[in-house]
């Protein structure tokens, strides 16, 4: 089976600008969640999405959103980008999520660098 | 300003030895733990996983020990080799499904 797959592996933009990530979730998982991993603040959770609907929320702005396709890939946007939002952007697929003790598999993430 | 990144503990052990990587968690009432290894310019990949009604799990050469009294884990890697240099996570399972990680511990293996 493929893995979690993500596009882009790497973005630069500019203050003020918005970005779109994507992810592909592996075959037959259908909750996604999303993570930014910084070096000061470590893997800190953004949301999670399943059947298409958000399911779960960090403490995180309203810059930051998502949304999930009846096939289970999902996509994050950030809008009106700020030199913090710089990370690596992990997404991480598994068969159910939620409170269902299940595997999070994760991609290899998006870097994005904000300048 | 500059950003002050998190200080990873890091552990640093010769090839061929055990490895012994700790972390503290902080919810009581979790239910549901995960080790993961990071390596440079990737995504954090699974290694095993234990629950709260466990105390000890085995993997292939990996073993997790869950102390629920003192709220602490720890994963344990038998004869360590230079492909287990990485970053070590372990995470919690949240309430409502999310994993809260830890700050991660940095593995050096010495050949």
């Known amino acids: 089976k493929a893995g979690v797959t993500q596009t882009p592996r790497y973005l630069i933009k500019t203050r003020g600008q918005q970005v779109t990530l994507s992810c592909s979730p592996i075959?037959?998982?259908?909750?996604v969640s999303w993570y930014q991993q910084t070096p000061g603040q470590g893997l800190q959770f953004l949301f999670e999405?399943?059947?298409?609907?958000?399911?779960n929320k960090g403490n995180f702005p309203g810059r930051f959103s998502g949304r999930q396709f009846s096939n289970s890939r999902s996509e994050m946007n950030v809008s009106t980008l700020e030199l913090g939002d710089s990370a690596l952007y992990l997404c991480a697929s598994s068969l159910a999520g939620g409170r269902v003790k299940d595997t999070q598999y994760f991609g290899p993430g998006t870097r994005l660098t904000v300048l | 300003g500059e950003s002050v990144g998190l200080h990873l503990p890091t552990l640093s052990v010769q090839e061929g030895d055990n490895s012994i990587i700790n972390c503290a968690y902080s919810?009581?009432?979790?239910?549901?733990f995960i080790w993961y290894k990071q390596e440079s310019g990737k995504g954090p990949q699974f290694i095993i996983d234990?629950?709260?009604?466990?105390d000890k799990r085995q993997g292939q050469r990996v073993t997790v020990l869950l102390n629920k009294t003192v709220k602490h884990l720890s994963l344990q890697i038998a004869a360590t080799q230079p492909g287990d240099s990485a970053v070590y996570f372990c995470a919690e399972r949240g309430s409502q499904g999310n994993l809260i990680f830890g700050k991660g511990t940095k593995l050096s293996v010495k050949p």
């Open positions: 234990i629950r709260s009604n466990m």
């Open positions: 075959s037959g998982h259908r909750s």
């Open positions: 919810n009581s009432a979790s239910d549901y």
């Open positions: 999405y399943f059947s298409e609907t958000q399911r």
